[in-house]
Protein backbone atom coordinates (compact mmCIF):
# COMPACT_ATOMS: atom_id res chain seq x y z
CA UNK A 1 0.00 0.00 0.00
CA UNK A 2 1.28 3.61 -1.16
CA UNK A 3 1.81 5.80 1.64
CA UNK A 4 0.26 8.75 -0.25
CA UNK A 5 -3.03 6.62 -0.76
CA UNK A 6 -3.12 6.13 2.97
CA UNK A 7 -3.22 9.81 3.44
CA UNK A 8 -5.51 10.44 0.55
CA UNK A 9 -8.33 8.15 2.59
CA UNK A 10 -7.25 9.69 5.58
CA UNK A 11 -7.66 13.30 4.07
CA UNK A 12 -11.16 12.81 2.79
CA UNK A 13 -12.17 11.12 6.24
CA UNK A 14 -10.90 14.16 7.65
CA UNK A 15 -13.17 16.78 5.15
CA UNK A 16 -16.10 14.40 6.12
CA UNK A 17 -16.22 15.07 10.24
CA UNK A 18 -18.23 18.62 9.40
CA UNK A 19 -20.97 16.59 7.84
CA UNK A 20 -21.08 14.00 10.77
CA UNK A 21 -21.24 16.57 13.23
CA UNK A 22 -23.73 18.55 11.80
CA UNK A 23 -25.93 15.42 10.78
CA UNK A 24 -25.89 13.71 14.75
CA UNK A 25 -28.99 14.80 15.61
CA UNK A 26 -30.52 14.14 12.73
CA UNK A 27 -29.06 10.82 12.86
CA UNK A 28 -30.68 10.36 16.30
CA UNK A 29 -34.03 11.80 15.98
CA UNK A 30 -34.67 9.94 12.61
CA UNK A 31 -32.57 6.28 13.98
CA UNK A 32 -31.19 6.27 10.88
CA UNK A 33 -27.86 7.79 8.65
CA UNK A 34 -29.52 10.55 6.31
CA UNK A 35 -28.89 9.64 3.19
CA UNK A 36 -27.11 12.93 2.53
CA UNK A 37 -23.96 10.91 4.93
CA UNK A 38 -24.47 7.74 2.56
CA UNK A 39 -24.17 9.62 -0.57
CA UNK A 40 -21.16 11.30 0.98
CA UNK A 41 -19.48 7.54 1.88
CA UNK A 42 -20.04 6.90 -1.55
CA UNK A 43 -18.58 9.70 -2.89
CA UNK A 44 -15.41 9.84 -1.08
CA UNK A 45 -14.91 6.44 -1.73
CA UNK A 46 -14.57 5.62 2.24
CA UNK A 47 -17.09 2.50 1.85
CA UNK A 48 -14.68 1.18 -0.56
CA UNK A 49 -11.59 1.28 1.38
CA UNK A 50 -11.30 -2.54 1.68
CA UNK A 51 -13.29 -3.41 -2.03
CA UNK A 52 -11.40 -5.31 -4.73
CA UNK A 53 -9.26 -3.14 -7.03
CA UNK A 54 -10.84 -4.79 -9.65
CA UNK A 55 -14.42 -4.15 -8.75
CA UNK A 56 -13.58 -0.08 -8.30
CA UNK A 57 -12.27 -0.42 -4.73
CA UNK A 58 -8.74 0.60 -2.81
CA UNK A 59 -8.35 -2.43 -1.55
CA UNK A 60 -6.21 -1.09 1.46
CA UNK A 61 -5.98 -3.13 4.79
CA UNK A 62 -7.72 -3.06 7.72
CA UNK A 63 -5.62 -0.62 10.10
CA UNK A 64 -6.65 1.86 7.30
CA UNK A 65 -9.93 1.09 7.56
CA UNK A 66 -9.83 1.62 11.24
CA UNK A 67 -7.87 4.73 11.33
CA UNK A 68 -10.45 5.98 8.77
CA UNK A 69 -13.46 4.92 11.41
CA UNK A 70 -11.08 5.83 14.51
CA UNK A 71 -12.03 9.90 12.62
CA UNK A 72 -15.32 9.44 11.61
CA UNK A 73 -16.46 8.49 14.96
CA UNK A 74 -14.63 11.21 16.41
CA UNK A 75 -17.20 13.34 14.61
CA UNK A 76 -20.46 11.09 15.35
CA UNK A 77 -20.28 7.56 16.72
CA UNK A 78 -23.52 6.45 15.05
CA UNK A 79 -22.68 7.51 11.51
CA UNK A 80 -19.18 6.83 11.93
CA UNK A 81 -20.66 3.15 12.75
CA UNK A 82 -22.56 2.54 9.27
CA UNK A 83 -19.71 4.02 7.58
CA UNK A 84 -17.22 1.69 9.00
CA UNK A 85 -19.53 -1.48 8.34
CA UNK A 86 -20.66 -1.02 4.79
CA UNK A 87 -16.55 -1.39 4.23
CA UNK A 88 -16.40 -4.14 6.06
CA UNK A 89 -18.73 -5.51 4.69
CA UNK A 90 -17.25 -4.76 1.31
CA UNK A 91 -13.73 -7.21 2.53
CA UNK A 92 -16.33 -9.66 3.63
CA UNK A 93 -18.50 -10.00 -0.31
CA UNK A 94 -14.65 -10.02 -1.40
CA UNK A 95 -13.99 -13.35 0.54
CA UNK A 96 -17.40 -15.05 -1.07
CA UNK A 97 -17.08 -16.95 -4.03
CA UNK A 98 -16.13 -15.00 -7.18
CA UNK A 99 -19.36 -15.30 -9.00
CA UNK A 100 -21.05 -13.68 -5.65
CA UNK A 101 -18.98 -10.92 -6.07
CA UNK A 102 -20.35 -10.19 -9.50
CA UNK A 103 -23.82 -10.75 -8.89
CA UNK A 104 -23.41 -7.37 -6.67
CA UNK A 105 -20.55 -5.11 -8.00
CA UNK A 106 -21.11 -6.53 -11.89
CA UNK A 107 -24.66 -4.55 -11.59
CA UNK A 108 -22.77 -1.73 -8.60
CA UNK A 109 -19.38 -0.74 -7.64
CA UNK A 110 -21.12 1.26 -5.14
CA UNK A 111 -23.68 -1.25 -3.17
CA UNK A 112 -23.47 -1.24 -0.16
CA UNK A 113 -23.75 -3.99 2.60
CA UNK A 114 -26.02 -4.72 5.84
CA UNK A 115 -25.38 -7.44 7.66
CA UNK A 116 -26.67 -9.90 10.98
CA UNK A 117 -23.62 -12.41 11.58
CA UNK A 118 -25.69 -14.35 14.27
CA UNK A 119 -26.60 -17.59 12.84
CA UNK A 120 -30.49 -17.72 13.32
CA UNK A 121 -31.33 -18.70 9.53
CA UNK A 122 -31.84 -21.98 8.39
CA UNK A 123 -30.45 -22.97 5.18
CA UNK A 124 -32.48 -26.42 3.65
CA UNK A 125 -30.42 -27.61 0.87
CA UNK A 126 -32.16 -27.95 -2.83
CA UNK A 127 -30.67 -28.20 -6.21
CA UNK A 128 -28.76 -25.15 -7.20
CA UNK A 129 -28.40 -24.11 -3.79
CA UNK A 130 -30.86 -23.48 -0.50
CA UNK A 131 -33.98 -22.52 0.73
CA UNK A 132 -33.42 -20.00 3.09
CA UNK A 133 -35.26 -18.50 6.35
CA UNK A 134 -34.54 -16.30 9.64
CA UNK A 135 -35.20 -13.71 11.59
CA UNK A 136 -32.37 -11.45 12.16
CA UNK A 137 -31.08 -8.41 14.54
CA UNK A 138 -28.90 -5.65 14.97
CA UNK A 139 -28.47 -4.64 10.58
CA UNK A 140 -26.88 -1.63 10.64
CA UNK A 141 -27.21 0.75 7.83
CA UNK A 142 -30.13 -1.46 6.48
CA UNK A 143 -32.16 1.15 5.42
CA UNK A 144 -29.85 2.28 2.53
CA UNK A 145 -28.89 -1.65 1.85
CA UNK A 146 -28.47 -3.13 -1.97
CA UNK A 147 -27.73 -6.63 -0.25
CA UNK A 148 -28.03 -8.54 3.15
CA UNK A 149 -25.47 -10.92 4.58
CA UNK A 150 -27.25 -13.68 6.76
CA UNK A 151 -26.11 -15.64 9.16
CA UNK A 152 -27.48 -18.96 9.37
CA UNK A 153 -26.72 -22.92 9.55
CA UNK A 154 -27.45 -25.66 6.54
CA UNK A 155 -30.00 -28.16 8.00
CA UNK A 156 -28.97 -31.55 6.39
CA UNK A 157 -30.41 -34.40 7.96
CA UNK A 158 -31.07 -33.64 11.06
CA UNK A 159 -27.52 -31.54 11.29
CA UNK A 160 -26.96 -28.48 11.88
CA UNK A 161 -23.91 -27.22 9.30
CA UNK A 162 -22.43 -24.03 9.78
CA UNK A 163 -22.21 -21.68 10.64
CA UNK A 164 -22.56 -19.77 7.08
CA UNK A 165 -22.80 -16.70 5.58
CA UNK A 166 -25.72 -16.26 2.79
CA UNK A 167 -26.16 -13.31 0.68
CA UNK A 168 -29.68 -11.77 -0.20
CA UNK A 169 -30.79 -8.89 -1.89
CA UNK A 170 -31.92 -6.63 0.11
CA UNK A 171 -35.67 -6.91 -2.10
CA UNK A 172 -35.87 -10.22 -0.53
CA UNK A 173 -36.24 -9.15 3.15
CA UNK A 174 -38.90 -7.69 5.27
CA UNK A 175 -37.59 -4.80 7.67
CA UNK A 176 -39.12 -4.94 11.06
CA UNK A 177 -39.01 -1.33 12.68
CA UNK A 178 -37.69 -2.36 16.15
CA UNK A 179 -34.21 -0.61 16.65
CA UNK A 180 -35.09 1.78 20.04
CA UNK A 181 -31.70 1.80 21.65
CA UNK A 182 -30.29 3.67 24.18
CA UNK A 183 -27.25 4.16 22.40
CA UNK A 184 -26.40 4.64 18.55
CA UNK A 185 -29.86 5.01 17.93
CA UNK A 186 -28.41 6.50 14.92
CA UNK A 187 -27.20 3.25 13.25
CA UNK A 188 -30.70 2.17 12.34
CA UNK A 189 -29.62 -1.29 13.25
CA UNK A 190 -32.95 -2.47 12.70
CA UNK A 191 -33.99 -6.44 12.38
CA UNK A 192 -35.04 -7.89 9.20
CA UNK A 193 -36.86 -10.94 8.14
CA UNK A 194 -36.23 -13.80 5.36
CA UNK A 195 -39.19 -16.11 4.11
CA UNK A 196 -38.15 -19.06 1.78
CA UNK A 197 -35.64 -17.38 -0.49
CA UNK A 198 -33.69 -19.33 -2.84
CA UNK A 199 -29.85 -18.75 -2.21
CA UNK A 200 -27.69 -20.08 -5.26
CA UNK A 201 -25.04 -22.21 -4.03
CA UNK A 202 -22.14 -19.45 -4.50
CA UNK A 203 -23.98 -16.81 -2.30
CA UNK A 204 -22.32 -18.77 0.70
CA UNK A 205 -19.35 -18.35 2.89
CA UNK A 206 -18.57 -21.19 5.00
CA UNK A 207 -17.94 -19.49 8.84
CA UNK A 208 -15.06 -21.67 9.22
CA UNK A 209 -13.14 -20.82 6.99
CA UNK A 210 -13.54 -17.04 7.03
CA UNK A 211 -12.28 -17.63 10.65
CA UNK A 212 -9.34 -18.95 9.63
CA UNK A 213 -8.60 -16.46 6.73
CA UNK A 214 -8.98 -19.06 3.96
CA UNK A 215 -12.05 -17.63 2.33
CA UNK A 216 -12.47 -19.16 -1.47
CA UNK A 217 -12.12 -15.45 -2.34
CA UNK A 218 -9.17 -14.60 -1.29
CA UNK A 219 -7.99 -17.02 -4.44
CA UNK A 220 -8.87 -14.21 -6.73
CA UNK A 221 -8.82 -11.39 -4.45
CA UNK A 222 -4.88 -11.66 -3.64
CA UNK A 223 -4.26 -8.97 -0.94
CA UNK A 224 -3.07 -9.32 2.45
CA UNK A 225 -6.78 -7.47 3.75
CA UNK A 226 -8.95 -10.72 2.51
CA UNK A 227 -6.62 -13.08 4.13
CA UNK A 228 -7.43 -11.15 7.77
CA UNK A 229 -9.54 -13.42 10.20
CA UNK A 230 -12.76 -13.08 11.05
CA UNK A 231 -13.45 -12.25 14.67
CA UNK A 232 -10.40 -12.20 15.44
CA UNK A 233 -8.50 -8.97 13.12
CA UNK A 234 -12.19 -7.41 12.68
CA UNK A 235 -12.71 -7.05 16.39
CA UNK A 236 -9.90 -3.93 15.84
CA UNK A 237 -12.39 -2.31 13.98
CA UNK A 238 -14.98 -1.59 17.02
CA UNK A 239 -12.25 -0.62 19.37
CA UNK A 240 -11.68 1.87 16.24
CA UNK A 241 -15.21 2.88 16.75
CA UNK A 242 -14.77 2.89 20.51
CA UNK A 243 -11.69 4.88 20.86
CA UNK A 244 -13.11 7.63 17.90
CA UNK A 245 -16.62 8.00 20.20
CA UNK A 246 -13.92 8.32 23.53
CA UNK A 247 -11.64 11.17 21.41
CA UNK A 248 -15.34 13.12 20.27
CA UNK A 249 -16.45 13.11 23.98
CA UNK A 250 -13.37 14.38 25.42
CA UNK A 251 -13.40 17.54 23.38
CA UNK A 252 -17.16 17.96 23.80
CA UNK A 253 -16.20 17.63 27.37
CA UNK A 254 -13.07 20.04 27.07
CA UNK A 255 -15.26 22.65 25.45
CA UNK A 256 -18.34 22.14 28.35
CA UNK A 257 -15.90 22.33 31.20
CA UNK A 258 -14.04 24.98 29.78
CA UNK A 259 -17.12 27.51 29.90
CA UNK A 260 -18.91 25.89 32.73
CA UNK A 261 -19.20 27.75 36.28
CA UNK A 262 -21.33 25.21 38.92
CA UNK A 263 -22.01 26.91 42.35
CA UNK A 264 -20.44 30.22 41.75
CA UNK A 265 -16.86 28.34 40.79
CA UNK A 266 -14.87 28.42 37.29
CA UNK A 267 -14.98 24.43 36.80
CA UNK A 268 -11.86 24.38 35.09
CA UNK A 269 -9.71 26.53 37.79
CA UNK A 270 -10.65 22.87 40.22
CA UNK A 271 -7.65 20.70 40.52
CA UNK A 272 -9.63 17.60 40.27
CA UNK A 273 -10.75 18.97 36.91
CA UNK A 274 -7.31 19.19 35.76
CA UNK A 275 -6.47 15.68 37.19
CA UNK A 276 -9.42 14.05 34.98
CA UNK A 277 -8.60 16.07 32.05
CA UNK A 278 -4.76 14.40 31.96
CA UNK A 279 -5.70 11.10 33.10
CA UNK A 280 -8.58 10.43 30.33
CA UNK A 281 -6.59 11.82 27.68
CA UNK A 282 -4.12 9.35 28.58
CA UNK A 283 -6.49 6.32 28.86
CA UNK A 284 -7.44 7.48 25.22
CA UNK A 285 -4.39 8.05 23.58
CA UNK A 286 -2.94 4.54 25.11
CA UNK A 287 -6.10 2.68 23.66
CA UNK A 288 -5.56 4.54 20.38
CA UNK A 289 -1.57 3.18 20.37
CA UNK A 290 -2.58 -0.56 21.97
CA UNK A 291 -5.66 -1.10 19.23
CA UNK A 292 -3.45 0.50 15.97
CA UNK A 293 -0.31 -1.34 17.27
CA UNK A 294 -1.82 -4.49 17.11
CA UNK A 295 -3.60 -4.12 13.76
CA UNK A 296 -0.84 -2.45 12.10
CA UNK A 297 2.11 -5.63 13.32
CA UNK A 298 -1.08 -8.17 11.94
CA UNK A 299 -1.69 -6.54 8.98
CA UNK A 300 2.35 -6.59 8.18
CA UNK A 301 2.28 -10.60 9.18
CA UNK A 302 -0.34 -11.09 6.29
CA UNK A 303 1.66 -8.76 3.78
CA UNK A 304 4.93 -10.48 4.35
CA UNK A 305 2.84 -13.50 3.64
CA UNK A 306 3.23 -15.02 6.75
CA UNK A 307 0.00 -16.05 9.35
CA UNK A 308 -0.39 -15.10 12.78
CA UNK A 309 -0.39 -18.23 15.02
CA UNK A 310 -3.42 -19.32 17.91
CA UNK A 311 -1.51 -17.44 20.86
CA UNK A 312 -0.55 -14.08 18.51
CA UNK A 313 -4.22 -14.28 17.53
CA UNK A 314 -5.70 -14.64 20.96
CA UNK A 315 -3.60 -11.59 22.01
CA UNK A 316 -5.07 -9.82 19.09
CA UNK A 317 -8.45 -9.93 20.57
CA UNK A 318 -7.31 -8.99 24.24
CA UNK A 319 -5.62 -5.83 23.03
CA UNK A 320 -8.67 -4.79 21.19
CA UNK A 321 -10.77 -5.33 23.71
CA UNK A 322 -8.78 -3.75 26.51
CA UNK A 323 -8.50 -0.55 23.83
CA UNK A 324 -12.73 -0.31 24.07
CA UNK A 325 -12.25 -1.00 28.14
CA UNK A 326 -9.24 1.92 28.55
CA UNK A 327 -12.24 4.06 26.15
CA UNK A 328 -14.94 3.56 28.12
CA UNK A 329 -13.50 4.08 31.26
CA UNK A 330 -12.25 7.87 29.91
CA UNK A 331 -15.78 8.54 28.54
CA UNK A 332 -17.38 7.22 32.26
CA UNK A 333 -15.31 9.37 33.97
CA UNK A 334 -15.89 12.29 31.57
CA UNK A 335 -19.49 11.65 31.89
CA UNK A 336 -19.54 11.47 35.46
CA UNK A 337 -17.30 14.69 35.89
CA UNK A 338 -19.69 16.79 33.43
CA UNK A 339 -22.36 17.43 36.15
CA UNK A 340 -26.19 17.09 35.71
CA UNK A 341 -26.83 19.59 33.49
CA UNK A 342 -25.40 16.67 30.86
CA UNK A 343 -27.96 13.95 31.43
CA UNK A 344 -30.75 15.98 29.48
CA UNK A 345 -32.04 15.05 26.15
CA UNK A 346 -30.18 16.84 23.41
CA UNK A 347 -26.86 17.40 25.43
CA UNK A 348 -24.54 16.40 22.69
CA UNK A 349 -21.83 15.24 25.56
CA UNK A 350 -24.62 12.30 26.82
CA UNK A 351 -25.44 11.72 23.31
CA UNK A 352 -21.54 10.53 22.49
CA UNK A 353 -21.29 8.86 26.06
CA UNK A 354 -24.60 6.85 24.91
CA UNK A 355 -23.30 5.82 21.86
CA UNK A 356 -19.53 5.16 23.28
CA UNK A 357 -21.48 2.82 25.97
CA UNK A 358 -23.20 0.81 23.35
CA UNK A 359 -20.03 0.69 20.87
CA UNK A 360 -18.05 -0.92 23.93
CA UNK A 361 -20.38 -3.51 24.68
CA UNK A 362 -20.37 -5.09 21.22
CA UNK A 363 -19.30 -8.95 21.33
CA UNK A 364 -16.30 -8.98 19.35
CA UNK A 365 -14.51 -6.93 22.70
CA UNK A 366 -15.93 -7.71 25.66
CA UNK A 367 -13.35 -7.83 28.16
CA UNK A 368 -13.84 -10.73 30.45
CA UNK A 369 -13.66 -13.53 27.71
CA UNK A 370 -10.40 -11.77 26.31
CA UNK A 371 -9.08 -11.42 29.41
CA UNK A 372 -9.64 -15.14 30.29
CA UNK A 373 -8.55 -16.73 27.08
CA UNK A 374 -5.19 -14.25 27.11
CA UNK A 375 -4.60 -14.97 30.55
CA UNK A 376 -4.94 -19.02 30.05
CA UNK A 377 -2.58 -19.31 26.86
CA UNK A 378 -0.18 -17.05 28.73
CA UNK A 379 0.15 -19.95 31.56
CA UNK A 380 -0.05 -22.45 28.74
CA UNK A 381 2.76 -21.04 27.00
CA UNK A 382 5.09 -20.68 30.58
CA UNK A 383 4.47 -24.40 31.32
CA UNK A 384 5.45 -25.62 27.88
Known amino acids: MGESQRELVLERAHNLV ?31 ITQPKRFGGAELGWDVLCEV ?38 KNSDAVMSASFEPTGHAIPVAGGFQFSGEHSF ?31 SSDVEIIDDWHAVGLQGTGSKSFRVSNVFIP ?9 ARAGMPPGAL ?25 MAQGLFQEWLSYTAQRVSHG ?64 EAGTRLFNAAGGRV ?14 LASASHFSITWDGSSLNSGESLLNLAVN
Open 69 to 106: AQILASADGAQAWVGAIMADHAQMLACFPEAAQEDVWN
Open 265 to 328: VVVRERPEEKMIAGECSAKIAAAEALYLKTIREAMGVLESGGKQDAHEQILVKRNAAYAAKLAL
Open 18 to 48: PLLQESADQAETERAVPKETIDALRKSGLIR
Open 201 to 209: AHRRLDGAE
Open 139 to 169: ASGIDHADWLICGGFIIEGGKQKGPNFFLVP
Open 220 to 244: VNTAAVYRISRGIHTSCLFSALSVG
Open 343 to 356: IFQGAALQRRYRDL
